[in-house]
């Protein structure tokens, strides 16, 4: 049986401590600066239906099209946030198709193995939950955009 008093102790101890820190974590500029570069060119899409499956399942993180939900103003999740969209952008960006998109290829790959989206993405954007038939339609989809 725990001792109760021990954890009212340590709770009184650690919570203000933890408090304070998510407080002081609040002037940390990384991760505040939510505005999107400018769009510069994107993939010749195989179909109107392609770019609307890709625009919802994977426009938030792989282009300048973000929408930065509520808690990506909050640290340090903002931090998180921020971290992973960069190096999303970096690996493939559909907004910035003037520059050569090494990782383009492997789109159809990641979605249909199911490295892509990202296992925490879809519970947390409702939008980005795939059917079946829209996976597959997807997938067929990106094959064609980029097999050009």
């Known amino acids: 049986m725990k001792n109760p008093s021990f954890t009212k102790t340590f709770l009184l101890r650690v919570g203000p401590t933890t408090v304070v820190l998510l407080v002081l974590a609040q002037f940390i500029p990384y991760g505040r600066s939510h ?26 993180c792989h282009s300048n099209e973000t929408h930065w939900p509520w808690y990506a103003k909050i640290a340090p999740i903002s931090w998180l ?12 960006n559909f907004s910035e198709w003037d520059k050569p998109q090494r990782h383009a290829d492997e789109t159809a790959r990641q979605v249909e193995e199911g490295e892509m989206p990202l296992w ?25 955009t980029f097999a050009k």
Do not use: M
Not at 38 to 57: H, Q
Not at 120 to 144: C, M, N, Q, V, W
């Open 35 to 60: 505005e999107n570069p400018p769009v510069t060119g994107e993939p010749d899409w195989d179909s109107p239906a392609t770019r609307a499956l890709v625009k919802r399942t994977c426009f938030d």
């Open 81 to 92: 946030v921020q971290h992973d969209v960069d190096e999303a952008r970096e690996h493939l």
């Open 120 to 144: 925490f993405y879809p519970p947390l954007h409702s939008e980005a939950r795939l059917s079946d038939t829209e996976k597959a339609a997807l997938i067929a989809g990106l094959k064609k």
